[in-house]
Protein backbone atom coordinates (compact mmCIF):
# COMPACT_ATOMS: atom_id res chain seq x y z
CA UNK A 1 0.00 0.00 0.00
CA UNK A 2 2.59 2.34 1.08
CA UNK A 3 4.47 1.71 -2.45
CA UNK A 4 1.53 2.79 -4.53
CA UNK A 5 1.16 5.88 -2.49
CA UNK A 6 4.66 6.69 -3.12
CA UNK A 7 4.15 6.29 -6.51
CA UNK A 8 0.75 8.43 -7.07
CA UNK A 9 2.87 11.27 -4.97
CA UNK A 10 6.01 10.89 -7.53
CA UNK A 11 3.70 10.70 -10.60
CA UNK A 12 1.81 13.51 -9.52
CA UNK A 13 5.26 15.34 -8.48
CA UNK A 14 6.65 14.86 -12.31
CA UNK A 15 3.73 15.71 -13.97
CA UNK A 16 3.59 19.20 -11.99
CA UNK A 17 6.72 20.08 -13.11
CA UNK A 18 6.21 21.67 -16.38
CA UNK A 19 2.70 23.57 -15.37
CA UNK A 20 5.01 25.01 -12.55
CA UNK A 21 8.18 25.85 -14.52
CA UNK A 22 5.28 27.56 -16.62
CA UNK A 23 3.96 29.27 -13.77
CA UNK A 24 7.42 30.13 -11.95
CA UNK A 25 8.44 32.20 -15.55
CA UNK A 26 5.41 34.00 -16.19
CA UNK A 27 5.84 35.14 -12.58
CA UNK A 28 9.45 35.99 -13.73
CA UNK A 29 8.26 38.08 -16.38
CA UNK A 30 5.71 39.69 -14.60
CA UNK A 31 8.16 40.53 -12.15
CA UNK A 32 10.85 41.73 -14.68
CA UNK A 33 7.36 44.23 -16.26
CA UNK A 34 7.60 46.24 -12.92
CA UNK A 35 11.07 47.62 -14.21
CA UNK A 36 9.42 49.65 -17.37
CA UNK A 37 10.72 53.08 -16.26
CA UNK A 38 14.11 55.08 -16.13
CA UNK A 39 16.79 53.57 -13.93
CA UNK A 40 20.03 55.48 -13.12
CA UNK A 41 23.39 53.81 -11.95
CA UNK A 42 26.75 54.02 -11.32
CA UNK A 43 28.47 51.68 -13.68
CA UNK A 44 32.13 50.00 -13.07
CA UNK A 45 33.71 52.42 -13.40
CA UNK A 46 32.14 54.96 -11.14
CA UNK A 47 30.08 56.62 -13.82
CA UNK A 48 26.50 57.56 -13.41
CA UNK A 49 24.53 55.65 -16.21
CA UNK A 50 20.91 55.74 -16.91
CA UNK A 51 18.95 52.17 -18.53
CA UNK A 52 15.87 52.47 -20.06
CA UNK A 53 13.20 49.64 -19.49
CA UNK A 54 10.04 49.93 -21.87
CA UNK A 55 7.34 47.16 -22.81
CA UNK A 56 7.24 46.28 -26.39
CA UNK A 57 5.12 44.36 -29.08
CA UNK A 58 1.77 44.49 -27.19
CA UNK A 59 3.66 43.79 -23.48
CA UNK A 60 5.02 40.62 -25.09
CA UNK A 61 8.60 42.16 -24.73
CA UNK A 62 10.36 43.77 -22.41
CA UNK A 63 13.27 46.18 -23.39
CA UNK A 64 16.14 47.44 -21.75
CA UNK A 65 18.18 49.78 -22.61
CA UNK A 66 21.93 50.71 -21.40
CA UNK A 67 22.50 54.05 -22.66
CA UNK A 68 26.29 54.79 -21.84
CA UNK A 69 27.27 51.38 -23.80
CA UNK A 70 24.31 51.69 -26.13
CA UNK A 71 23.36 47.91 -25.54
CA UNK A 72 20.20 46.25 -25.57
CA UNK A 73 18.79 43.54 -23.86
CA UNK A 74 15.44 41.49 -24.73
CA UNK A 75 13.35 39.87 -22.43
CA UNK A 76 10.52 37.68 -23.21
CA UNK A 77 8.18 34.32 -22.31
CA UNK A 78 8.95 31.27 -24.94
CA UNK A 79 6.75 28.55 -23.56
CA UNK A 80 7.61 27.62 -19.98
CA UNK A 81 10.87 29.46 -20.27
CA UNK A 82 12.27 33.13 -19.07
CA UNK A 83 14.54 33.93 -21.94
CA UNK A 84 16.94 36.81 -22.79
CA UNK A 85 18.82 37.52 -25.61
CA UNK A 86 21.53 40.69 -25.30
CA UNK A 87 22.62 42.78 -28.16
CA UNK A 88 26.30 43.27 -26.75
CA UNK A 89 29.02 45.99 -27.83
CA UNK A 90 31.13 42.92 -28.07
CA UNK A 91 29.10 42.42 -31.27
CA UNK A 92 27.37 39.27 -30.75
CA UNK A 93 23.75 38.35 -29.50
CA UNK A 94 23.92 35.81 -26.36
CA UNK A 95 20.86 33.88 -25.12
CA UNK A 96 20.28 33.29 -21.83
CA UNK A 97 17.35 31.10 -19.72
CA UNK A 98 16.20 32.92 -16.44
CA UNK A 99 15.76 30.17 -13.22
CA UNK A 100 13.94 31.91 -10.95
CA UNK A 101 14.96 32.14 -7.05
CA UNK A 102 12.12 30.04 -5.19
CA UNK A 103 11.32 33.56 -3.36
CA UNK A 104 11.09 35.00 -6.61
CA UNK A 105 13.91 37.83 -5.82
CA UNK A 106 16.47 36.69 -8.10
CA UNK A 107 16.24 35.63 -11.61
CA UNK A 108 19.46 33.96 -12.71
CA UNK A 109 20.23 33.76 -16.56
CA UNK A 110 22.72 31.41 -17.82
CA UNK A 111 24.03 30.94 -21.58
CA UNK A 112 22.12 28.54 -23.74
CA UNK A 113 23.82 29.81 -26.93
CA UNK A 114 23.83 32.62 -29.72
CA UNK A 115 24.49 34.23 -32.86
CA UNK A 116 27.91 35.82 -34.04
CA UNK A 117 29.66 33.59 -31.98
CA UNK A 118 32.29 31.16 -33.88
CA UNK A 119 33.26 28.99 -31.17
CA UNK A 120 31.57 29.06 -27.88
CA UNK A 121 34.84 29.96 -26.10
CA UNK A 122 34.85 33.22 -28.25
CA UNK A 123 34.23 36.48 -25.77
CA UNK A 124 30.73 36.93 -24.72
CA UNK A 125 28.59 38.03 -21.91
CA UNK A 126 27.92 33.83 -20.38
CA UNK A 127 25.39 34.84 -17.07
CA UNK A 128 23.23 37.74 -15.56
CA UNK A 129 21.64 37.93 -12.11
CA UNK A 130 18.74 40.16 -11.66
CA UNK A 131 17.92 40.84 -8.11
CA UNK A 132 14.86 42.68 -6.86
CA UNK A 133 15.13 44.92 -3.86
CA UNK A 134 12.03 47.23 -3.64
CA UNK A 135 10.48 48.80 -6.31
CA UNK A 136 12.66 51.55 -6.41
CA UNK A 137 15.87 49.30 -6.54
CA UNK A 138 17.13 46.53 -8.47
CA UNK A 139 20.53 44.90 -9.33
CA UNK A 140 22.33 43.62 -12.25
CA UNK A 141 25.60 41.41 -12.22
CA UNK A 142 26.94 40.41 -15.84
CA UNK A 143 29.31 38.07 -16.09
CA UNK A 144 32.09 38.12 -19.37
CA UNK A 145 33.74 34.54 -20.53
CA UNK A 146 36.43 34.58 -22.31
CA UNK A 147 38.29 31.14 -23.75
CA UNK A 148 35.44 29.70 -22.10
CA UNK A 149 36.34 30.75 -18.65
CA UNK A 150 34.99 33.95 -16.06
CA UNK A 151 36.96 36.89 -17.75
CA UNK A 152 34.68 39.69 -15.38
CA UNK A 153 31.94 40.52 -13.78
CA UNK A 154 30.28 43.75 -12.84
CA UNK A 155 27.41 44.84 -11.09
CA UNK A 156 25.42 47.20 -11.48
CA UNK A 157 23.08 49.07 -8.38
CA UNK A 158 19.45 50.60 -9.91
CA UNK A 159 17.55 53.20 -8.48
CA UNK A 160 14.06 54.16 -10.31
CA UNK A 161 14.54 57.93 -11.86
Given at each position: MKV????AVVVLFVASVPVW???NASAGFDSLK???????AK???GKPTVTTLKLVSEGSVLMEEMAHESMITMYHLDGDHLLLTH????????????????DGKTITFDFMDGTNLASPGDAHM???????????HFSE???FHKDGKESMHATFLYSRK
Open positions: RTLISAVTLAGSWEGPDYCGAKNQPRMKGDISAHKMILTFVDKDTWF
